[in-house]
């Protein structure tokens, strides 16, 4: 079938690059009509110890931009797509909220404000660009290490009424979720917009089990 859509993948890590591997797979064998892509990931270098469980980043990646890999990885995959980049989603690109009713969250409380970062690397979207991508997107998918920018890629989508893709990974468990008209705050609580922890895949030189591959492969396939 033709194909037409923005889709914006959050995260292009392990898991992210698993989704995104999976995706390009399939549309390849597609005619495709006017796809766009948004890629953010905040990483400004490709490491050799990524390569195990980052499945579209080779030898050849290691010191670049994740986005800059992902998005000449994507070009060569998919040419007639249009692809875009962004270092990372930050809570400006939520702004300007709606008042809140006055028994739901008050989303100025669990989002303060953030500086507004603009070119902090070559050929990447400014915050402004980035907004206007966002308000023209068809689906959100969140590829995170962490809760907080969950919350705020789960607020963004629910802003644009478009569904959010939450996927997780750790040790051999995985979580899949989508969020049309529930959110990740309805699941797991408010508080889960201020939990910043990164759940990370190497620690001291090593690589722990929350590394697994077959784990980031299985539910990015999803």
């Known amino acids: 079938p033709d194909l037409h859509g923005h889709l914006s993948v959050v995260g292009a890590g392990g ?14 064998h597609a005619k495709n009509g006017d796809v766009r892509f948004l890629v953010f990931d905040k990483d400004l270098e490709i490491e050799e110890h990524n390569l195990n469980r980052q499945v579209i980043y080779g030898p050849e990646d290691v010191g670049l931009t ?3 890999a992902t998005r000449r990885w994507l070009e060569q ?32 409380d669990l989002f303060a404000e953030a500086p507004v970062l603009n ?24 590829c995170l290490d962490a809760m907080r920018p969950r919350v705020l890629a789960n607020c ?13 990974v750790a040790n051999f468990s995985g979580e899949y979720s989508q969020f049309t008209t529930a959110s990740l705050v309805d699941k797991y609580g408010p508080r889960i917009a201020q939990q910043t922890t990164v759940m990370s895949c190497q620690e001291d030189g090593a690589v722990p089990l929350s590394s697994m591959v077959l784990t980031n492969a299985f539910v990015g396939a999803f």
């Not at 898991?15 to 390849?28: A, R």
């Not at 702004?95 to 008050?106: R, V």
């Not at 902090?120 to 959100?140: H, K, N, P, Y």
């Open 119 to 142: 070119d902090i690397v070559d050929g990447t979207l400014t915050v402004e660009d980035t907004i206007a991508q966002l308000e023209s997107t068809d689906l959100v998918i969140g």
């Open 66 to 68: 994740k986005i800059g």
């Open 77 to 108: 995959r998919l040419p007639n797509a249009r692809i875009e980049t962004a270092y990372e989603l930050i809570d400006a690109m939520a702004h300007p909220f709606e008042e809140a009713s006055e028994t739901g969250i008050d989303l100025d």
């Open 15 to 28: 898991l992210g690059t698993w989704c995104l591997h999976t995706l390009v797979e399939g549309m390849k």
């Open 156 to 168: 963004i989508a629910a802003k644009q009424k478009v569904p959010y893709i939450n996927g997780g």
